[in-house]
């Protein structure tokens, strides 16, 4: 999974091209392009998140193989994502229109999806870590959910017209579902 800076993000990311998932829909009307997202499907992005840290450190085996300096950096990974998510979560409500020229709106769902792909990347590294001294049926689960978190976090730039996903709706379902955020 490529790492994004959050500068580097923000500059770059583009809503043109947004897919046809059921958490965005774009319009054009002359040089003005809209996109509305279906805030809470970007709120269960940002849970799935939550709840995979959640259920990858509940398992003691696992977060101990991990080491404290990577359940520490997976930590603040997720303190991020809960504090741009509750920032979010209390400045919409239903649908939430953004257009290019509304940098405060596009900037905290950016913030939500760079702190998302924080998550992914302090868990890989910690599961990396786990995966030589636990064993396989307890590192399956954590697995599950990691994989489970790749697919929101792929659905999510999709939706955003980040990246071409390849996720469907029903692998997105399930993803959401697998980590308690659909």
Do not use: H
Not at 81 to 88: E, N
Not at 91 to 108: E, F, S, V
């Amino acid at each position: 999974m490529k790492s994004l800076s959050r500068r580097s993000f923000l500059r770059t990311s583009a809503l043109v091209g947004a897919t046809a998932l059921t958490a965005c829909t774009v319009a054009t009307t002359g040089s003005t392009t809209t996109v509305t997202l279906n805030t809470a499907k970007v709120k269960a992005y940002g849970q799935a998140g939550v709840n995979a840290i959640a259920t990858i450190l509940s398992i003691t085996a696992i977060s101990t193989a991990m080491g404290a300096p990577a359940v520490a950096a997976i930590e603040t990974a997720g303190g991020a994502l809960s504090a741009a998510l509750a920032s979010f979560s209390s400045a919409t409500n239903g649908t939430l229109t953004i257009t290019y020229d509304d940098t405060n709106w596009k900037t905290a769902v950016d913030t939500i999806l760079v702190d998302l792909n924080s998550v992914a990347t302090a868990l890989r590294a910690g599961l990396t870590a786990a995966q030589s001294t636990v064993t396989s049926t307890i590192i399956n689960t954590a697995i599950t959910a990691f994989n489970a978190l790749l697919t929101v976090l792929d659905a999510f730039m999709g939706v955003l017209g980040i990246s071409m996903s390849s996720v469907t709706d029903d692998q997105e379902a399930t993803a959401l579902k697998t980590l308690g955020a659909s």
